[in-house]
């Protein structure tokens, strides 16, 4: 159990302000579900004019500066972040000097894939099969027992894909442990798992101990890019059950605070693997803004200050579409006319957009949350605006 959830326990009510390590889209979102219940926020982050910025006051440093983090503790009455990669030593410092329920174990435990499924394994729930590597001769020596594809991956950064390498042949061994080493991490490699579905589960957990899972989403990625996140996913209910058992023994496992999403694979067998965890809101979990009674961004702000958390009850199909840089403009001008295939399908998409000023190929720049009376009439939508051609 984190710190936090067992030695200190706050109610915040409405009229506090809470800060945010990390001024992203994950942070805008929670400071508006945040701010209808009457709360006022404050961000932490280096870029100016950050999309939470826009929505929230903002301090302007780099996340490891030490001045500016002690600003945040002085201005808010308690602290959360929106991504992992915040530097946990400044969260335990944040600790020392202001109310920050997450805690910084948890962060700590997350921003390294070892230590992450060590914590998982502890909490029993399983993971694939992997090892951590020192040498190329360690990671051929695991690739003959793992067999082949195989998945290397750095044990810290990385993210879409990005600090790993699916090893196919023996003849790449020596170029991607080389390659990844670079990053100056520990190397795992993880047994290639042929799933037939990738899910994931958001749970949320109270100080108090309270939880309570969302419904799984069925999430489909392209170029290691969430695309489609599908709700209801298109599983059987029990494994759905399951999968949200697991979620929530992995969030009272390691005494999570807040919001934690739990990315799983559904083998052809039925067995379900954890893949990876994150301590926040999650893409992922973008649908439950409207689909969803309560948001994962209201249940975060209700985790982290104590409060009951709500009912996550789903209130309509929905599925969840990424909108990149490449399709901003597409869709800014589906926006401005009549959409006659959403009125046929009897489909209502709902647009957010993050305020990020500049859209890269292949930059997170918005979604779309398209419900409906079914997944296949969303999907279709999806098909038919022409925008997201895959």
């Known amino acids: 159990m984190s710190k936090a959830a067992g030695s200190e326990m706050k109610v915040i009510l409405p009229g506090s302000t809470i800060g945010i390590l990390g001024g992203g889209q994950l942070g805008r979102m929670m400071a508006n579900a945040g701010s209808a219940m009457g709360y006022r926020f404050v961000a932490l982050d280096p870029t100016p004019d950050a999309p939470c910025g826009q929505v929230a006051q903002q301090i302007v440093a780099a996340y490891d500066n030490r001045d500016a983090a002690k600003e945040l503790a002085a201005r808010a009455d308690v ?62 020596e695991a690739v003959g027992r793992f067999g082949l594809p195989c998945v290397l991956k750095t044990a810290m950064g990385g993210y879409d894909g990005k600090g790993q390498w699916v090893i196919r042949s023996e003849s790449e061994i020596d170029e991607a442990f080389e390659t990844l080493k670079r990053a100056g991490t520990e190397l795992v490699v993880e047994q290639f798992i042929r799933f037939q579905k990738e899910l994931s589960v958001i749970a949320a957990r109270s100080p108090q101990g309270e939880i309570r899972t969302f419904p799984a989403a069925e999430n489909i990625h392209v170029d290691n890019i969430l695309h489609l996140s599908i709700v209801p996913a298109r599983i059987d209910e029990e494994l759905q059950r399951e999968a949200e058992r697991l979620a929530a023994r992995i969030a009272e496992g390691l005494g999570a605070v807040g919001l934690i999403a739990v990315e799983l694979f559904l083998t052809e067998d039925g067995e379900l693997f954890v893949n990876e965890l994150a301590p926040r809101p999650h893409n992922s979990g973008h649908y439950t803004m409207e689909a969803c009674r309560t948001s994962q961004f209201e249940q975060h702000v209700r985790a ?47 647009i957010h957009l993050y305020g990020k000023h500049e859209a890269k190929h292949k930059r997170k720049m918005g979604h779309v949350n398209v419900l409906a009376d079914s997944v296949e009439q969303a999907l279709e939508w999806v098909s038919e605006t022409n925008i997201w051609r895959v």
């Open 79 to 140: 602290i959360t972040y929106e991504f992992e990669n915040v530097d946990a030593g400044v969260a335990a410092m944040l600790m020392e000097q202001s109310y920050v329920p997450q805690g910084s174990e948890l962060l700590y435990t997350t921003q390294h894939r070892l230590r992450e499924k060590r914590a998982i394994e502890a909490a029993g729930v399983k993971v694939a099969p992997y090892a951590e590597v020192r040498s190329a001769d360690e990671l051929r």
């Open 304 to 350: 982290v200050c104590g409060l009951p958390l709500g009912d996550t009850a789903l209130l309509t199909p929905v599925v969840m579409v990424n909108v990149l840089g490449e399709h901003v403009e597409p869709l800014l001008g589906r926006m401005a006319r009549q959409d006659e295939s959403a009125e046929r399908l009897g489909v209502a998409p709902k």
